[in-house]
């Protein structure tokens, strides 16, 4: 038979024991590697970046085309890429997806570094 409470816990000892269950407050660093604030002993959520080493791979948000210039870039990158989708068969178009994804994502993080060194 298992273990039995003697008598019933008074309401001030079951509130005194709850009063240990608050959250802590968490102690906030800089990140050495992009200076982002960040939660200590965590990834950080800015880079992914954790102990020198890439725990996340942070997708780099599209820049939004501010000047005249930069708008008609886009929108001819964005002309050609409906061409592409247009020509190819739907089954390809899938396959035809992959690479481009890929290029997107080592390219930009290469980016950053250089960034960062140049701080
Ligand atoms: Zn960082």
């Given at each position: 038979m298992a273990a039995v409470p003697k008598g019933k816990r008074s309401k001030s000892k079951r509130d005194m024991k709850r009063n240990g269950f608050k959250l802590g407050v968490l102690s906030v660093v800089e990140c050495p590697r992009c200076r982002a604030k960040k939660v200590a002993h965590r990834v950080c959520t800015?880079?992914?970046?954790y102990d020198n080493k890439e725990i996340i791979k942070i997708k780099v948000k599209s820049k939004v085309p501010a000047t005249p210039e930069e708008k008609a870039k886009a929108k001819a990158e964005a002309k050609a890429k409906a061409k592409v989708k247009a020509k190819s068969t739907p089954g390809r178009g899938r396959r035809f997806a992959g690479p481009v994804k890929k290029e997107a994502k080592t390219v930009k993080p290469e980016k950053k570094e250089t960034e960062l060194a140049a701080i």
């Open positions: 800015a880079c992914g970046y």
